[in-house]
């Protein structure tokens, strides 16, 4: 099972390249089956989770090439069935994504219930609400979201909480329906409006994504197109809090520094300097952290998908702070294992109240989901001594050679797959 083995103390240094967003790349490639044409996508993260969603979609006759390693080309033209039956595709969350692709081109799709982090219940009952709203008949059977319409008719829907999936979901099926839905208390992130964006260049006719009102009026045919996904915004993130939690002096590249305000307003907070140019953002961190109080939110907020990362470093700051989870009910997973390194964090209910300690000692950890996993890997390379983090495998459905690109940044980390390879490690860096 591979692992990274790290060596901690060194700051992170340097420049670091961010990729396409995995949140936009899911499902651009499903809303890619949406047309008889072929898409070309630029910018995909090479990571598990879109591996996973494209051999989904090939399994069911649609072509997928590769063109480079961050660019794809699809044709969905001549699918062989509207069902999915690959077994990989119930590990991910996007699995729900090919639902409302297929359901809006051919009204009827069958898919695996999505997998994904354990981070909490994860209903999808404002999926099954929109899709029935436009329509559709909707069942759960044998695991699978079986959906079917004769017609889909435009309409009102209010979404009862704010969820990124079903209003990515329902956008989808919305855009192939007869006559104009509106989405009401829609989800606003960089991935929401990036689906309508590349829907929009496929011909579809999409409002006020990025907005809390999607007005989509319906088509009747979406032809090709060509698209470059937006730079991952947790991604970035997790790089620039890695830089405070390391006291280094890292610039993201690549980055849109909209989509960061939240982030860095928190880093500038706990005492960390920012420099902003047109698509880069430096994070120089060269004192002790402050402490601060976080709670997070629906974009704009501050992301749930960065949570981990900021109380890893809020756990190293000088006093006390107050991290309030308020999207997923089970994302303090990782505090066990932080406690393993010496954090004092109390959890109490969504709320984790933490006390900053002066360092981390290292551990051998396990990474419980993918952003704390990151988080943890951050915390490890500030850690005196050798760490092993374990469970890298939910690492890596989300970033892209992580561990290279912290190796660039001056980080001692080594991805291994054996404890033979854990000792040639510590030998050579000693
Ligand atoms: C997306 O998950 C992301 N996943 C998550 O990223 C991210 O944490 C989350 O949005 C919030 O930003 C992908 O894009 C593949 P939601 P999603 O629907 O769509 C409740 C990562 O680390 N809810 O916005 O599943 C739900 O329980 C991952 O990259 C319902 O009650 O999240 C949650 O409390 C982890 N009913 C809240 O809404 C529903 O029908 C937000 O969920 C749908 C959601």
Request: with cysteine; proline share 4%; hydrophobic share 45%.
């Amino acid at each position: 099972m591979e692992q990274y083995v790290i060596k901690g103390g060194n700051p992170l240094v340097g420049e670091v390249e961010i990729g396409g967003s995995k949140n936009a790349a899911l499902p651009i490639l499903a809303a890619a089956l949406m047309t008889d044409e072929t898409v070309y996508i630029e910018n995909m993260p090479d990571v598990f989770d879109t591996n996973v969603l494209l051999k989904a979609i090939e399994s069911i006759g649609v072509i997928v090439k590769r063109t480079g390693r961050h660019s794809v080309m699809i044709n969905a033209g001549n699918i062989n069935s509207v069902i999915i039956t690959d077994e990989n595709i119930k590990k991910i969350r996007a699995a729900y994504y090919p639902t409302g692709a297929m359901l809006g081109k051919y009204k009827e799709a069958q898919v695996p219930l999505p997998g994904g982090c354990d981070i909490g219940c994860r209903a999808i009952d404002q999926h099954i609400k929109g899709f029935k709203a436009l329509g559709a008949d909707v069942v759960i059977e044998h695991g699978l979201i079986k959906t079917k319409a004769e017609r889909l008719v435009g309409t009102h829907i209010y979404m009862d909480c704010v969820s990124v999936g079903a209003t990515i979901n329902v956008m989808m099926a919305a855009a192939l329906a007869e006559g104009t839905t509106i989405i009401e208390n829609a989800a606003k992130e960089p991935h929401v409006v990036d689906l309508a964006n590349f829907l929009n260049s496929m011909g579809a006719n999409i409002k006020g994504a990025g907005t809390d009102v999607i007005r989509i009026k319906g088509v009747v045919k979406l032809p090709g197109t060509e698209y470059t996904i937006i730079p991952d915004q947790i991604e970035a993130g997790t790089f620039m809090f890695a830089a405070a939690v390391t006291k280094g002096d890292v610039t993201v590249k690549n980055v849109i520094p909209k989509h960061l305000e939240s982030i860095t307003a928190k880093l500038m907070e706990i005492g960390c300097e920012i420099e902003e140019s047109d698509d880069c953002m430096r994070v120089v961190a060269s004192k002790r952290l402050k402490p601060t109080h976080v709670k997070t939110l629906p974009y704009p907020g501050f992301p749930t998908d960065m949570q981990p990362q900021i109380a890893v470093a809020l756990a190293m700051a000088q006093g006390t702070s107050i991290v309030t989870e308020s999207i997923f009910e089970n994302r303090f997973k990782y505090v066990d294992e932080l406690t393993k390194m010496g954090a004092n964090i109390k959890v109490e209910g969504n709320t984790a109240i933490i006390t900053g300690v002066s360092h981390y000692t290292n551990a051998n950890i396990q990474a419980p989901d993918l952003r704390a996993g990151a988080a943890l890997v951050t915390a490890a390379l500030t850690a005196d001594g050798f760490s092993v983090v374990d469970e890298i495998r939910f690492i890596e459905r989300g970033y892209e050679d992580f561990h290279l690109k912290l190796q660039n940044l001056g980080a001692q980390i080594e991805r291994v797959s054996s404890e033979k390879e854990i000792q040639k490690f510590k030998l050579r860096i000693g």
